[in-house]
């Protein structure tokens, strides 16, 4: 055998070695795309009734938060209603409530004057003074609560 048959030869055996693992590799390649494919078709099959559930749990989701939306109106309208009818009730028996209270106070008070002098029969104590510490209060203050005290 001369040269140019045995490099013919080991091109050869180069060439069906190299083929071989193309094919093999081609094997599995074509292994893994139907194994993808059936990956892909079952991914298909579950992920439309997920999204038909998905679907229908937005439509659920955008009913209640329709709900909401009418229950806080309602709410707000009651608030404003109740704020007005607080503001009439307030202007209506506030003023009157409060001269009734007033004209109550004043009977009282007159009452209580017109009892004092026959309540003093007794000679009056004189006040006690309070001490406290750190702290003086001038007879002049005094003098001038025990005058208004007495006018009143």
Do not use: C
């Not at 070695?17 to 094919?23: D, E, K, Q, R, T």
């Not at 004092?116 to 002049?140: H, L, Q």
């Amino acid at each position: 055998m001369s040269g140019g048959e045995v490099a013919g030869v080991l091109v050869a055996v180069f060439w069906a070695i190299l083929v071989s693992f193309l094919a093999v590799a081609l094997a599995r390649l074509a292994q893994t795309l139907r194994a993808t494919t059936k990956l892909v078709a079952d991914v298909t099959e579950q992920a439309v009734p997920l999204l038909a559930d998905a679907s229908s749990a937005v439509r659920s989701a955008q009913t209640q938060i329709d709900r909401v939306d009418a229950i806080a109106s309602d709410v707000q309208e009651v608030t404003s209603n109740a704020s007005a009818l607080s503001s009439t009730v307030a202007s209506t028996f506030g003023g009157p409530l409060v001269k009734v209270a007033a004209f109550g106070y004043g009977v009282r008070r007159a009452i209580s004057r017109k009892a004092a002098p026959e309540a003093n029969d007794m000679p009056a104590k004189p006040s006690r003074r309070t001490v406290i510490v750190g702290r003086t209060v001038p007879s002049a203050r005094q003098r001038k609560r025990a005058n208004r005290n007495k006018r009143d």
